[in-house]
Each structure stands twice: as C-alpha cells, then as structure tokens.
C-alpha cells in the first residue's frame, strides 16, 4: 500500500505574495520551466517555491502524467482564488495613485463581441495608443454561459462590453450607446424586392448567434419573444465574421444592429431591411466589478472607451 506523502513546512514561511504569484504560475502552465519563464525567474528558484508551497497546502499541487504534468484536484480548486487574491493585491501598488497614460505600462483587458461595430474598436484603439502608447489592450471574446462576469470578479478581465441590459447587481455598468434592431439579407433575396413584413419574417429561416444559455436564445429571442413573434432558426454561429458571406448565398435572414448591418452590407452584396415591427433597441453596456471601480488606470481606461462610443455616435 502506497503511503500518503509527509509535508514538513520549511520554518518561518509564510504564504507571502512571491509565493503566491509562483502557485499562479505553476497552476496556470502546468509546468515549472514554463512557469519559471512566465515569472522571468530561473527554474531551480520555482522548484524551491513549488516544494514550499506543497508543504503549505499539503498537497502535490502539479503530478506527472506520462510524460506530462496535470494539476491536481486541489490545484484546480486553487486557480480561481489566487487569481482573484493576485488582482486584488495589484490595486495597491503605486501605480494605482500616479497614474499617467503617456508613461503607464498597463495590460488593459476587455471581453466583448464582434456584434460592435468596427469603428468603435478603431476609435477605441486609437485612443489608447495615442495617450498610452506602452500599454497593451489585451482584446477577448466574451465567451458562453455568461463567463465574463465570473472573470471580473476573479480579476481575469478588467472591463466587459455586453448587449445584456441588466448586468447582476454586484457589478457597476454604464451604457455606451443603442442601435435599432434591423435585418440583413442577401441582394439576391425574395424580400430584399417585395419588402419585409412581419409575417414573411416569422415565416423565414434565420441565421442567429450562439445562445448565451442553452433554452434561453440570445438577446434578440427575448426582445422578440416580448412582442409575441418566435421564429425558426435555422443556423447559429459564434463566428460573426462568417455572417457576411452566409447570407450573401443563402436564403436566411440575420437580426442586428443597425451599425453593424452597415458595415457588413458596404462590404458584401447585402441589403439591410427595416426591423418589420416595433422593437426594443440593442443597448451596449460596459461593465466592471466593484473592486476595480476606483482603480486610477482603469477609471481612465473605462474613460476612454466611453469616449470612443460616444465618437461614433456623434458621427
């Protein structure tokens, strides 16, 4: 019978934050070579933090696998909650009180989707380039299930931009700006010559994004399903950047915004329709959590995108 491993805790150590940001590191390579360059440390150091950290939690933390290393289930448990220990040490630095954009080295990081229209994304990196021109925008996609709002808490993003109204209440939101709903269709399309009514629109298949939760359909589903219409979807994609040329030949419609429906029909035999009912516009929403609210770089970073939503809309 194999006998449990015995952990015998090195005198005086403490879970200290170099400590802290070495089981960060290990957990999220999985590695101690790759952790050891992530930190810019040599490997030999790691090793010595990786034996004192399985002496403080009691745990292997990382086993082989064949010829690979695999986190344990305690190590798995440990990611969310370091990263989150990890973001909220960060808002004590002196960064945080002397923050200058022209001298900063931030690494912003936002989640959002492809649904906003480009000139935001132009707008928006200008900005910061311009007045922080060593920082870096660290650009995501929002992913499914609602998980950017998991990683603003953990500290994994700093911001997310999202086109769900009502972000949960231990988040701080403002909205950017709205768009009218309308319908996007090949130049070719039976509608795009006799016009779209509501009936023809119920009738038709749809291309559509990929559902935020399974059964609970997207932000248009709910907006729709609010003025009693359902309809039949018949593709959904998370690649939006596929929207174009799926509807330049097929017979399916797409529901969006009236700046993005722009931008795609300049460049692709499309026609955008008018929404062929009264709808709720699309409000885009910027988010972030509460213990980042008061942090001097992303306060100024939050500014710059609301600055660059409200250029577009100016235009």
Same mark, same amino acid.
């Given at each position: 019978?194999?006998?449990?491993?015995?952990?015998?805790?090195?005198?005086?150590?403490?879970?200290?934050?170099?400590?802290?940001?070495?089981?960060?590191?290990?957990?999220?390579?999985?590695?101690?070579?790759?952790?050891?360059?992530?930190?810019?440390?040599?490997?030999?150091?790691?090793?010595?933090?990786?034996?004192?950290?399985?002496? &403080?939690?009691? =745990? #292997?933390?990382?086993?082989? %696998?064949?010829?690979?290393?695999? $986190?344990?289930?305690? /190590?798995?448990? *440990?990611?969310?909650?370091?990263?989150?220990?990890?973001?909220?040490?960060?808002?004590?630095?002196?960064?945080?009180?002397?923050?200058?954009?022209?001298?900063?080295?931030?690494?912003?990081?936002?989640?959002?989707?492809?649904?906003?229209?480009?000139?935001?994304?132009?707008?928006?990196?200008?900005?910061?380039?311009?007045?922080?021109?060593?920082?870096?925008?660290?650009?995501?996609?929002?992913?499914?299930?609602?998980?950017?709002?998991?990683?603003?808490?953990?500290?994994?993003?700093?911001?997310?931009?999202?086109?769900?109204?009502?972000?949960?209440?231990?988040?701080?939101?403002?909205? &950017?700006?709205? =768009? #009218?709903?309308?319908?996007? %269709?090949?130049?070719?399309?039976? $509608?795009?010559?006799? /016009?779209?009514? *509501?009936?023809?629109?119920?009738?038709?298949?749809?291309?559509?994004?990929?559902?935020?939760?399974?059964?609970?359909?997207?932000?248009?589903?709910?907006?729709?399903?609010?003025?009693?219409?359902?309809?039949?979807?018949?593709?959904?994609?998370?690649?939006?950047?596929?929207?174009?040329?799926?509807?330049?030949?097929?017979?399916?419609?797409?529901?969006?915004?009236?700046?993005?429906?722009?931008?795609?029909?300049?460049?692709?035999?499309?026609?955008?329709?008018?929404?062929?009912?009264?709808?709720?516009?699309?409000?885009?929403?910027?988010?972030?959590?509460?213990?980042?609210?008061?942090?001097?770089?992303?306060?100024?970073?939050?500014?710059?995108?609301?600055?660059?939503?409200?250029?577009?809309?100016?235009?």
């Amino acid at each position: 019978m194999k006998e449990e491993a015995s952990f015998e805790i090195e005198p005086g150590r403490r879970l200290d934050e170099s400590l802290l940001r070495s089981l960060y590191a290990l957990l999220v390579e999985a590695s101690v070579s790759r952790g050891a360059a992530r930190l810019g440390i040599q490997q030999p150091a790691l090793s010595r933090h990786l034996k004192a950290l399985r002496q &403080l939690t009691g =745990d #292997e933390l990382l086993v082989r %696998v064949g010829n690979r290393m695999v $986190l344990t289930q305690r /190590g798995e448990s *440990l990611v969310a909650p370091t990263r989150r220990i990890l973001a909220d040490l960060s808002l004590f630095t002196r960064e945080d009180f002397e923050f200058s954009p022209d001298t900063a080295r931030n690494n912003f990081r936002i989640a959002a989707g492809d649904f906003l229209p480009r000139r935001f994304y132009e707008e928006m990196i200008r900005r910061v380039r311009t007045a922080a021109p060593d920082s870096v925008i660290d650009l995501r996609s929002l992913g499914h299930r609602f998980d950017h709002y998991k990683q603003l808490g953990e500290g994994e993003i700093d911001v997310a931009i999202t086109i769900w109204p009502d972000p949960p209440a231990h988040l701080r939101s403002v909205r &950017l700006f709205a =768009d #009218e709903f309308v319908c996007v %269709v090949s130049k070719d399309h039976p $509608l795009a010559k006799t /016009g779209l009514t *509501l009936e023809a629109y119920c009738r038709a298949p749809h291309l559509s994004s990929l559902e935020q939760l399974p059964g609970q359909g997207t932000v248009l589903d709910a907006l729709i399903a609010g003025i009693g219409v359902s309809v039949h979807t018949a593709m959904r994609t998370q690649y939006l950047g596929l929207v174009p040329p799926i509807l330049a030949n097929s017979d399916l419609i797409f529901s969006t915004g009236r700046r993005f429906a722009q931008q795609i029909a300049a460049d692709h035999p499309l026609v955008v329709l008018p929404f062929p009912a009264p709808i709720k516009p699309i409000q885009y929403v910027l988010t972030w959590h509460e213990r980042t609210h008061k942090n001097r770089a992303l306060r100024w970073f939050r500014g710059e995108i609301t600055a660059a939503a409200k250029a577009i809309t100016d235009r």
